[in-house]
T-cell receptor, first 111, second 113 residues
Framework: TQLLEQSPQFLSIQEGENLTVYCNSS?????LQWYRQEPGEGPVLLVT?????EVKKLKRLTFQFGDARKDSSLHITAAQTGDTGLYLC???????????FGKGTTLSVSS | EAQVTQNPRYLITVTGKKLTVTCSQN?????MSWYRQDPGLGLRQIYY???????DKGDVPEGYKVSRKEKRNFPLILESPSPNQTSLYFC????????????FGPGTRLTVT
């Protein structure tokens, strides 16, 4: 069974601080996706990374896929209160039939 | 508007009373799946469907059934609900397999007493 270990589980920071969320596995994934979920809503895709070593930027968010396609990180620069939410990483298995989710990181950014 | 809809959004029921949660997408997506989300356990896949009439078990299929008679609909059936099926359920769809963006519905909060 493929597993994705996501850390930290909770993060509480002040506006303006930087943070990094990690997603690690012993398994290789064909691609890895990052989602953000607001209370009372379904997850919404932020980014998909496919190639080992790939780095993608989305404004203040930087996503990296490990060279071996087993791990990923999400770095937020100068966090804002609007970044508050649940961040989920999800890896697609090789067959493309399942998306394995990490347990999520609850981020709280206060002003 | 491209979307995945689920009904009902909230449901409180009793043990053993059969129920169906509907899921519909208007994006002509081939792949659809159901997840449950529980505190401390995250999102876990229940069933998925690669296309019409093609369904298969995910990680936690016990106690659930699905069908895919039409491309747009993928209902989740609980034949005899039990309290351990109290959870937040999400339906999702994507263009093809799971490396594509998953579009999630708004969720159905189910309580079984």
């Amino acid at each position: 069974t493929q597993l994705l270990e996501q850390s930290p589980q909770f993060l509480s920071i002040q506006e303006g601080e930087n943070l990094t969320v990690y997603c690690n596995s012993s398994s290789v994934f064909s691609s890895l996706q990052w989602y953000r979920q607001e209370p009372g809503e379904g997850p919404v895709l932020l980014v998909t990374v496919v190639t080992g070593g790939e780095v993608k930027k989305l404004k203040r968010l930087t996503f990296q896929f490990g060279d071996a396609r087993k791990d990923s990180s999400l770095h937020i620069t100068a966090a804002q209160t609007g970044d508050t939410g649940l961040y989920l990483c999800a890896g697609a298995n090789q067959a493309g039939t399942a998306l394995i989710f990490g347990k999520g990181t609850t981020l709280s950014v206060s002003s | 508007e491209a979307q995945v809809t689920q009904n009902p959004r909230y449901l409180i029921t009793v043990t053993g009373k059969k129920l169906t949660v509907t899921c519909s997408q208007n994006m002509n997506h081939e792949y659809m799946s159901w997840y449950r989300q529980d505190p401390g356990l995250g999102l876990r896949q229940i069933y998925y469907s690669m296309n019409v009439e093609v369904t298969d078990k995910g990680d936690v299929p016990e106690g659930y059934k699905v069908s895919r008679k039409e491309k747009r609909n993928f209902p989740l059936i609980l034949e005899s609900p039990s309290p351990n099926q109290t959870s937040l359920y999400f339906c999702a769809s994507s263009l093809a397999e799971t490396s594509y963006e998953q579009y999630f519905g708004p969720g159905t909060r189910l309580t079984v007493t």
